[in-house]
């Protein structure tokens, strides 16, 4: 009692003055708090990563599920498989160790990974490929490489205590490598910094050699801080060994730049799908080959121009929920358009992207240049003249319907045509033409209906068909278009284009439907 009666007769001055000390004590310690579980934070982020790998079929195809994938680390061997989205993540990996993945699949080469030293958590894009000649010809591979400074090789850089090439951002390195096997020759190399060999490969520098060495310069001119250079060797089976190089650049900060804020082309964004296996009757989505092509204005095509600096390359996110991005490659300064053919792109999944351009160690802030949601492939159904029908007019009416975009309706334009086939008798081919040729026809309805006595048919002079003769019909154009001018985007899948009217490859129709005409 005597104690709280002393404490309860305090001065008002000796009151306020324990008051700011108790507030500054509590500040001091909330403070300490928040520093030790930051340090913390940063202590067991900085120790620990993953690495996460999609394995798709070789260019870009479907992903391979069911693959078994070893990882050996200092501990022992983890072994897994891929999910449905031929993805694989190894977690809570030791960083600055080394490690190295096998990935099998009956019916498939093997490829190997083998990480140097993991320097920071690391995304892969895989490929499986298919053995040339003999699914158990396995090869033991073997890379040695040396880095430069330039092809003069006057500093050969070497790697620290972690593992770690550490460079001076000079704005190129100069690479030898060369590759072993001990029993299946090798058939050719690549190298590439940020990305593995065949990811992107359309817009991103790497080095190509057939045979069993490489050499070349690499531009580092876009990369800053920590990256991984990709050195792959194939032997002549398709076995693939790859080793990831940990390296370090160092670069200054020059505080005079003046950064270019991304602008964006119209559209920017371009999803693709585009049927690899003539499968589309049966909507087999699982044989689709899915990519997002991005393009911006580069500095020397942009507004600013003129009041700002190049950038020495430019840094790509992808985000799938428009708020969390996550950089997926870095280009250099001379390029406005990126290629993610990522196993991660699947149909129906809206999935963002922006780009910043960077200045060594500077990266100025990103702009988002639009969304896109790749289609989903799809088929035809209630198909006439059906396959086998007879007593077919000869001036018939073809019709279909389009089965796999329903939630898409009033959004997708079809693309399509109609060719017919009278190689029996005559060694003919006829399609619908006008006054500018060949009818492709673009509609958003997905019931078609082509009235034969509607148009002129080329290399058909009577404008019908010959009674009791046999022909045979089918669409070589089946695509949708989705123009999403909200999200600056444009989404194409190609089902068939026999005649490329839209795809760069030739997409052959599966089926053709033959039918025989009634007499007169």
């Not at 104690?3 to 003055?17: C, H, I, T, V």
């Not at 109609?418 to 399609?431: F, P, R, T």
Request: proline share 4%; charged share 20%.
């Amino acid at each position: 009692m005597e104690m709280g009666n002393r404490f309860s007769k305090k001065s008002p001055k000796s009151s306020a003055l324990q008051n700011i000390i108790l507030t500054s004590l509590a500040w001091l310690l909330t403070t300490f708090a928040l520093i030790a579980s930051s340090s913390c934070a940063k202590l067991i982020q900085s120790y620990y990563g993953y690495v996460r790998i999609v394995i798709t079929e070789y260019n870009s195809g479907p992903v391979v599920k069911d693959a078994t994938v070893i990882l050996d680390t200092k501990s022992g061997r983890i072994s897994k498989k891929s999910n449905d989205s031929g993805m694989v993540i190894f977690e809570n990996l030791e960083l600055n160790s080394a490690y190295k993945i096998e990935i099998q699949k009956e019916g498939y080469a093997n490829t190997v990974i083998d990480i140097l030293s993991l320097h920071s958590s690391i995304n892969l894009n895989t490929t499986l490929r298919k053995p040339k000649f003999d699914p158990a010809a396995k090869s033991n591979i073997q890379i040695g490489f040396s880095l430069y400074d330039s092809e003069m090789k006057g500093t050969k850089y070497v790697n620290d205590k972690d593992g770690v090439y550490r460079i001076v951002q000079k704005g190129r390195i100069y690479i030898e490598a060369w590759a072993r096997s001990d029993n299946v020759k090798i058939s050719h190399m690549y190298a590439k910094l940020g990305n593995p060999p065949g990811a992107e490969a359309l817009t991103s520098p790497r080095i190509y050699n057939a045979g069993d060495k490489l050499n070349g310069t690499i531009d580092t001119s876009p990369f800053n801080g920590k990256t991984y250079l990709f050195i792959d060797a194939y032997d002549e089976n398709d076995n693939r060994y790859e080793i990831i190089v940990p390296l370090y650049f160092i670069g200054l900060v020059d505080l005079r730049v003046t950064p270019y804020y991304v602008e964006y082309s119209k559209p920017a964004i371009y999803g693709y799908n585009i049927n690899s296996q003539v499968k589309y009757y049966n909507n087999a989505s699982k044989y689709s080959n899915s990519y997002v092509v991005i393009k911006w204005k580069k500095w020397e095509e942009s507004s600013q121009k003129s009041r700002t600096d190049k950038p020495v390359g430019y840094a790509v996110y992808r985000s799938f929920d428009g708020k969390k991005f996550s950089k997926i490659a870095t280009v250099n300064g001379n390029m406005n358009m990126f290629i993610d053919s990522s196993g991660e792109i699947t149909y129906g999944k809206r999935i963002w992207y922006a780009v910043s351009s960077v200045y060594g160690s500077f990266e100025a802030s990103k702009t988002t240049l639009g969304s896109v949601i790749v289609l989903p492939l799809f088929g035809i159904s209630n198909v006439q003249p059906a396959d086998n029908s007879v007593d077919v007019s000869t001036t018939p009416v073809f019709s279909w319907n389009f089965v796999g975009l329903e939630e898409y309706d009033g959004l997708v334009t079809y693309w399509y045509d109609v060719w017919l086939y009278d190689m029996n008798v005559n060694k003919k081919y006829h399609y619908p033409v006008n006054s500018e040729g060949q009818v492709i026809f673009k509609s958003k309805d997905k019931n078609v209906r082509i009235e034969f006595s509607d148009y002129s048919w080329y290399n058909l002079p009577d404008k019908k068909l010959q009674a009791n003769k046999p022909y045979e019909w089918g669409p070589e154009l089946i695509a949708a278009i989705w123009e999403d001018e909200t999200n600056n985007s444009i989404s194409t899948c190609i089902v068939c284009d026999y005649n490329g009217v839209i795809s760069i490859s030739v997409i052959p129709p599966e089926k053709y439907y033959l039918f025989v005409t009634k007499g007169e």
